[in-house]
């Protein structure tokens, strides 16, 4: 007995459309999981290694302070020599270290001789062994420069741990939302997909019965039209997976600096995986805690730690500059410098300095201090930007979670009205034009699902983001 071709299309197209089977049904050959997908761009990409170098260059900045402490040796010799007569030699080597506290301690030997050679320049045979120290009693005594360079750098040196962080988090931002992006593009292109197969399954099989006088042929008509229809539909997301799938390979490289490009048969995380995943946990509570942990607000810190750093150091120039030098004196003998050692043989001396109106001290000064109400007026805004950020986050994500509850919900019933829709064209008692609308409901409620599904991700994704959390 020959079977009716009306029937054998509808359920064909019944068992093209069930959404889970489509899901169940695609290829397996290389599953992106989104958590593999952030390791590769934490390993490859050129902005991931850039932002590691930032602590290293802050650790350098600390090596170049440091040197300022560093111990220097300098030699100078001075000769003058006319009319076949030396007029004087003049050689002094010295050893000065620098100390954290203003000090300076010093070690030298002076050998000056010459015919014409000023009386007090005159030194023994042996040369002439000075040590000692310079002390700065005003400016310099509390703070000084390289002080100030120093406790700088090492304030960068910890902030630096958080510009990185910072960085990764947002790079990981960028690539999570190429992600999920690529994932609805992919998977709409694959419902789209199944679609436009039920359209051409449908359209044969409707032209086939009106051949046979079964159907009238204005249904043709109509079957191609929805072909026709979801064919274009189906190109279009085509052309938003290619641009999707491209902006994904900017994310993707090996680690020693090779592009990489996604293999034509991969494919993001199964959406029937994703559908099962328990809900995520969400922080309820007050956001001010969360705020005040943030990093962005703890650089503003740091930039204000610096900023004091400052200060201090512009308020040291306010003093006036007393140099305190001594050094005792002594002839070496055989090498020696502590022979014949005597606390009566020294040489001392006090230079003291300072402007009269002090006017670029001051202004340094108070420029300082309005920096630093500038900073902590950017300080409340940012964490007034911040609280309000993330309190929208936190309700976006909210709100999207139940809403993809209803639309998956709403999947599942917009597939028993087609299924009954399809019973009820079995018996003559619907027409095609309804068929065809319950179907494209059912449609676009599987894609309304796929949409919440990259949504709700890509919010979780702010919303961690907005906390620092992608790394931490």
Not at 274 to 298: E, F, K, M, W
Not at 336 to 361: C, H, T
């Amino acid at each position: 007995m020959q079977q009716n071709p009306r029937k054998m299309s509808n359920k064909c197209a019944v068992l093209c459309f069930v959404f889970g089977a489509i899901l169940n049904t695609w290829s397996q050959d290389l599953v992106i999981r989104p958590e593999a997908f952030m390791l590769q761009v934490m390993e490859g990409h050129p902005l991931a290694k850039q932002a590691k170098l930032i602590p290293e260059f802050a650790e350098s900045y600390v090596l170049k302070a440091r040197g300022g402490f560093d111990p220097k040796l300098s030699y100078d010799l001075s000769q003058k020599y006319y009319g076949n007569k030396m007029y004087y030699s003049l050689s002094d080597a010295q050893l000065k270290i620098p100390t954290w506290y203003g000090l300076s301690f010093q070690t030298g030997l002076e050998q000056n001789r010459g015919t014409y050679l000023d009386p007090q320049g005159l030194t023994p045979q042996n040369g002439l062994w000075y040590g000692g120290l310079s002390a700065n009693l005003g400016n310099g005594l509390l703070i000084d420069e390289r002080r100030a360079e120093l406790q700088k750098a090492n304030v960068y040196l910890q902030s630096s741990q958080l510009e990185q962080r910072l960085a990764l988090n947002e790079l990981l931002l960028e690539a999570g939302y190429a992600y999920w992006d690529w994932y609805l593009q992919f998977y709409s292109g694959q419902i789209l997909k199944q679609a436009l197969e039920v359209g051409a399954v449908r359209l044969v099989a409707i032209q086939g019965m009106a051949e046979l006088g079964d159907r009238p042929i204005i249904d043709t008509v109509e079957a191609a039209i929805q072909y026709q229809t979801r064919a274009a539909a189906f190109a279009e997301q085509q052309a938003r997976l290619t641009a999707a799938t491209a902006f994904l390979n900017r994310y993707l490289w090996k680690p020693d600096g090779t592009p990489l490009e996604l293999s034509p048969n991969a494919q993001p995380i199964l959406s029937d995986s994703l559908s099962n995943q328990a809900a995520r946990p969400i922080y309820t509570g007050a956001v001010d805690t969360l705020v005040q942990q943030h990093p962005y607000l703890g650089l503003i810190d740091y930039k204000l730690d610096v900023l004091a750093i400052e200060k201090r150091y512009n308020q040291e120039q306010l003093k006036p500059q007393i140099e305190l030098k001594y050094n005792f004196l002594n002839e070496p003998i055989q090498y020696n410098p502590l022979a014949q050692f005597s606390i009566n043989d020294y040489k001392w001396g006090v230079a003291a300095q300072m402007p009269l109106f002090l006017r670029k001290e001051r202004a340094t000064l108070q420029q300082t201090k309005l920096k630093m109400e500038q900073t902590t007026f950017e300080r409340q805004d940012r964490t007034a930007e911040l609280t309000a950020k993330m309190l929208a986050a936190r309700a976006e994500y909210l709100n999207a979670s139940k809403q993809l509850q209803i639309f998956v919900q709403n999947a599942a019933s917009t597939q028993q009205l087609l299924a009954a829709e399809l019973n009820l064209f079995d018996t003559g008692e619907s027409s095609l034009f309804m068929v065809n609308m319950r179907e494209s409901a059912a449609f676009q409620a599987a894609l309304k699902v796929i949409e919440y599904q990259a949504k709700c991700e890509q919010l979780w994704l702010k919303w961690e983001f907005l906390q620092a959390n992608l790394v931490r």
